[in-house]
């Protein structure tokens, strides 16, 4: 028996706004779709569901990110988004170039950061940005040996 990670599912309110913003870190549109019907109802556990989907993904990486914005029924508000002692789901993290320009780049759009940019022993630079829909999106970059 295999396992392997497929990909990891956000509910959003707005698809367009997070899929530019994902898009605008890096990640390509690798699908979309509408689903509704019996098979749908009936894997959710939901009656009458209508959503929209965009999955995202990178062509170094086999995981990828669905996001999913219901159409039918009304999607509920998370307890506390954006801080990252909430229970739930707590971050997607992206490995980047660059890091500063996506700051930056970032921060012209209106994103800013959980914290502040810092170094991970001899390994990283990282930061928490807080995205669209108070999404947090952990950015690292690798530190090139000297």
Same mark, same amino acid.
């Given at each position: 028996?295999?396992?392997?990670?497929?990909?990891?599912?956000?509910?959003?309110?707005?698809?367009?706004?997070?899929?530019?913003?994902?898009?605008?870190?890096?990640?390509?549109?690798?699908?979309?779709?509408?689903?509704?019907?019996?098979?749908?109802?009936?894997?959710?556990?939901?009656?009458?569901?209508?959503?929209?989907?965009?999955?995202?993904? !990178?062509?170094?990486?086999?995981?990828?990110?669905?996001?999913?914005?219901?159409?039918?029924?009304?999607?509920?508000?998370?307890?506390?988004?954006?801080?990252?002692?909430?229970?739930?789901?707590?971050?997607? !993290?992206?490995?980047?170039?660059?890091?500063?320009?996506?700051?930056?780049?970032?921060?012209?759009?209106?994103?800013?950061?959980?914290?502040?940019?810092?170094?991970?022993?001899?390994?990283?630079?990282?930061?928490?940005?807080?995205?669209?829909?108070?999404?947090?999106?952990?950015?690292?970059?690798?530190?090139?040996?000297?």
């Amino acid at each position: 028996m295999t396992t392997r990670i497929e990909n990891v599912g956000i509910v959003v309110q707005d698809l367009e706004l997070v899929r530019d913003f994902f898009v605008a870190l890096g990640l390509e549109v690798k699908g979309v779709a509408q689903v509704h019907g019996p098979w749908v109802d009936l894997t959710l556990g939901l009656e009458d569901v209508e959503s929209r989907i965009c999955v995202l993904g !990178s062509d170094d990486s086999d995981a990828q990110i669905e996001l999913q914005q219901y159409v039918t029924p009304t999607p509920l508000p998370a307890a506390r988004a954006g801080i990252p002692n909430v229970i739930g789901l707590h971050r997607v !993290s992206l490995q980047v170039t660059d890091l500063e320009g996506h700051v930056g780049r970032l921060a012209q759009e209106g994103y800013g950061l959980r914290g502040e940019v810092a170094r991970y022993a001899d390994e990283c630079h990282l930061c928490y940005v807080v995205g669209p829909e108070d999404l947090l999106v952990m950015l690292f970059e690798p530190i090139s040996p000297a």
